[in-house]
C-alpha cells in the first residue's frame, strides 16, 4: 500500500513563527500536493509538484511556500504564521491518471 | 457557483438503511473521485472513475457523463459507515482536483 506519511498530527505555532510541515510518500508519485481543509470551505489547493524542484500554486498561495528537493519529500512552509492560517493541512501524492493517497493530516493552531 | 455540488449536505439513517449521496459538476473532467473521512482522521480514496459503475464491498459508485452527476451507495449501513463523505473531480491535463463540501454521514444503530 502506498503510504504517505506527514511528520506531526497536531502542532501549535506562535504567530510570525516560520513553519515547516513536511510530508513523505513511499510510491515514487510524480505528484504532490499540500491542501488546506477548513469547516464549510472544503478542501483547496494550496501549492502541487509535478517533479522534483517543480511547483505551481494552487486556488491559495499567498503566505506559503514549498519546496521538492526530492522526489519522494513535499514540504510546506509558513513564511510568518498567522491566526488565519490555523487549519487542517492535508498533503497527497498520486501517480499520472492515477488515484490519489492522502496523508493522515496536520492540525495546525496558530496563536 | 461551485463547481462540484453535494446533496445532502447531512444524512441520518438508521442501521441497514440504503445510502445515496449525489455529486454534480459543471466541468470537464478526466476522473471523479469518492474519499471517506472518518472525525479527526485522514482521508481514504474510496473510487476513482471515469465512467460507468464500480463496486467494492457494501460501496457502489456510478457515474453519468452526460449528465455531469455521480452517485456513491451503501448498502446494508453500519455505525461505523458513519464519516463525512467528499467527491472530487480530477480536470483534463493535469492531476488537481476540486473538491465538494463533503456529505456528513451518521448511521444510528
Known amino acids: 500500500d502506498v503510504k504517505v506519511t506527514q511528520s506531526s498530527r497536531y502542532l501549535v505555532k506562535r504567530t510570525g513563527e516560520k513553519v515547516f510541515l513536511e510530508c513523505v510518500q513511499d510510491m515514487d508519485h510524480e505528484n504532490m500536493f499540500w491542501y488546506r481543509q477548513d469547516p464549510g470551505l472544503g478542501l483547496r489547493l494550496i501549492y502541487f509538484?509535478?517533479?522534483?524542484?517543480?511547483?505551481e500554486k494552487g486556488d491559495i498561495p499567498e503566505g506559503y511556500s514549498v519546496s521538492r528537493e526530492k522526489k519522494e519529500r513535499f514540504s510546506l512552509i509558513l513564511e510568518s504564521a498567522s491566526t488565519n492560517q490555523t487549519s487542517m493541512y492535508l498533503c497527497?501524492?498520486?501517480?499520472?491518471?492515477?488515484?490519489?493517497?492522502f496523508g493522515s493530516g496536520t492540525r495546525l493552531t496558530v496563536v | 457557483k461551485n463547481e462540484v455540488e453535494q446533496s445532502p449536505q447531512n444524512l441520518t439513517a438508521q442501521e441497514g438503511e440504503f445510502i445515496t449521496i449525489n455529486c454534480s459538476y459543471s466541468v470537464g473532467i478526466s476522473a471523479l473521485h469518492w474519499l471517506q473521512q472518518h472525525p479527526g482522521g485522514g482521508i481514504v480514496s474510496l473510487f476513482m472513475?471515469?465512467?460507468g459503475k464500480k463496486k467494492h464491498g457494501r460501496l457502489i459508485a456510478t457515474i453519468n457523463i452526460q449528465e455531469k452527476h455521480s452517485s456513491l451507495h451503501i448498502t446494508a449501513s453500519h455505525p461505523r459507515d458513519s464519516a463525512v463523505y467528499i467527491c472530487a473531480v480530477g480536470n483534463f491535463g493535469n492531476e488537481k482536483l476540486t473538491f465538494g463540501t463533503g456529505t456528513r454521514l451518521t448511521i444510528i444503530p
Open positions: 497527497a501524492s498520486s501517480w499520472v491518471r492515477g488515484g490519489y493517497t
Open positions: 509538484s509535478y517533479d522534483v524542484k517543480m511547483k
Open positions: 472513475l471515469s465512467s
